[in-house]
């Protein structure tokens, strides 16, 4: 299995809703890193797996849509605490479209899996993965 | 598949018995950077895998019980050599428990796997997966 | 010259005015990872320059009063964008006083400089050092 | 399952054939960080996966054959683009293989798959994964 | 004292004239990571030292004069070997030109001394600091 | 002014003496990641601060004779604490002297300063730096 990854990151205010959270109640934000990797069985005739500018680029355009934002006023995430497990969850979904709908080229017509990976801190950081369904 | 990774780290001593291991028969040490990546297939209704807190308050009582120590004078490792892959595996097993004794809440109850990656040196780490059995 | 460095981070939330900010006008967030760097030309008699444990507590208490934060509504920011350039000066200006408070111990005392280096991203950071005027 | 992994680095010229290339079809360079990981199910009786020692002294061998040099003058990679994919694809053979003929000991007889992580720059790395079909 | 980083990289081949290089007299190439670290005493009236926008914008402009490319068919560098040092000496005077001819804004005129800090494997580096001579 | 670093670590135990330490006091260890930094205000005809190679090898065999031991044993520490910022101390006045007697060639003996800086965890490292005073 081959994979590529390619990184960016964005720049969040949010708040979280539940004792468990403590603190983290309050307005607070995460710069956010976050790691695309990109996994399919074989790669193109080029050696290639998906064309790292395109990845980069289509990333970055997902990213932007909430970039210097403040999560909570986004209806997308309306009644949803944006921890960073699930906003790696919604930017896997977004990225998954993307390949599906041929906005990676050929390339990411290929991908059968993604996994999103968000560092919140030096410390600390959440992934979601799984397989993509590219259509018929 | 969701993951979600904390961070800490020990210092300790230790030898190694077998030719193999060639200087490091002799008494020597380790910063040992630690990683508990929990894995679970959903999120709790707050959008949690585990708490974070509770995840890495939990990692350091764990840990503490042999930070700043000599491992060759612990009993628990007595005719085991401590290597990077065996303290990996270790941890494993004391974090795993405390996952199924509720330990680290009910997130902790529905992990399914848990991986500890253990960084010895910026060009040599060792880690151990494995499932978590939940009890019934 | 010695120096010694320990680390730490805090999530907040904040905004800033000013066409040149662009997006970052809008309500958005940081992780900013801070290391905070304390010089001397001499270590004690223990060979410390100062105690990291000691360090690492003050530091965390000083942090601990905009963790988990709008900075823009803390009035101690008013009418101040907080830059990471300006978080790393605030930062130096509560550690440096910590230093010659004694809340640090003698080492701290003995502190000639501090810097505060606060990463914003995984491609920007800035700081802030300068020397610390110990008492008579 | 348990893994191992040792770092190493190669310093390369290569250019790309294919529009989709851009400015990388003309010839530029790279460091490659490779980062192998070496998986068992168990260790042996030393506790050990693989002999760090082994591993890395194998590693630069076979790392050394393409290290300083130009990719595109190596008949090996006649009429192939050596992206970072591929690369880790092509160390990934000839590490499987050192393994398999015992030049890792009796512990890289044991490894039942491999990684191969090359990271081409801060922001972006590739890996090729696969089995390692020990022989009879 | 203040100082702003911020971080881009290039991917170049290049070769080095004179035995001592040993092996690094052939064509290779290396990924040279850069961080960009402007110092100035004082912030402006927003808090800012330099905009990081306007930063990494005038950084990127400036490396791909020679990104994807191989320095030995690049006439400013005849005669000259394009050692990780003498890169950062010569990134040193691109950036400092740009804050002396006002494409960083005020904030770059403004800027008292530049540090260009080039990685070329994750074990070695080389710097370049010195002061900018800003125009009367 | 130029700088050069290379990287190298050691993995050792020791032990502290002084009720400050606390549980520092027991028998423990760490994995020092040693970042040797040469400063020159020029560089040679080849464009050359030190040579890579020969400032790695050199690094190499002065650590190795701390490496894989028990500092505690060490005669040449005898009453010391071999706290994280004295083992920098010690390292800078090995590496200072092998520049002075030529055992890292005429570069080595161009060198004016010199900084060590040595990691012991993730969050914490020191650091000595100062003039090397090259012979007459």
Redesign the interface.
């Known amino acids: 299995?081959?994979?590529?990854?390619?990184?960016?990151?964005i720049?969040?205010?949010?708040s979280?809703?539940?004792e468990?959270?403590?603190?983290?109640q309050?307005?607070?934000?995460?710069?956010f890193?976050v790691e695309a990797e990109f996994r399919a069985p074989k790669?193109d005739h080029?050696?290639?797996?998906v064309?790292?500018?395109l990845a980069?680029t289509e990333l970055r355009k997902l990213l932007a849509t909430v970039?210097?934002?403040?999560l909570d006023?986004n209806s997308v995430f309306n009644g949803?605490?944006?921890?960073?497990?699930?906003v790696?969850?919604h930017i896997h979904g977004l990225l998954a479209a993307a390949c599906r709908d041929g906005r990676l080229g050929d390339g990411g017509r290929a991908v059968t899996a993604l996994k999103i990976l968000v560092r919140?801190?030096?410390?600390?950081?959440?992934?979601?993965?799984?397989p993509i369904e590219q259509g018929a």
């Open positions: 299995m081959y994979s590529l990854t390619v990184c960016d990151h720049m969040i205010a949010h979280f809703q539940g468990e959270f403590g603190p983290a309050r307005l607070h934000g995460a710069t890193a790669l080029h050696q290639l797996l064309d790292i500018g980069k970039d210097y934002t403040n006023d949803i605490n944006t921890t960073t497990e699930y790696a969850f919140e801190a030096p410390t600390a950081w959440a992934a979601f993965e799984g």
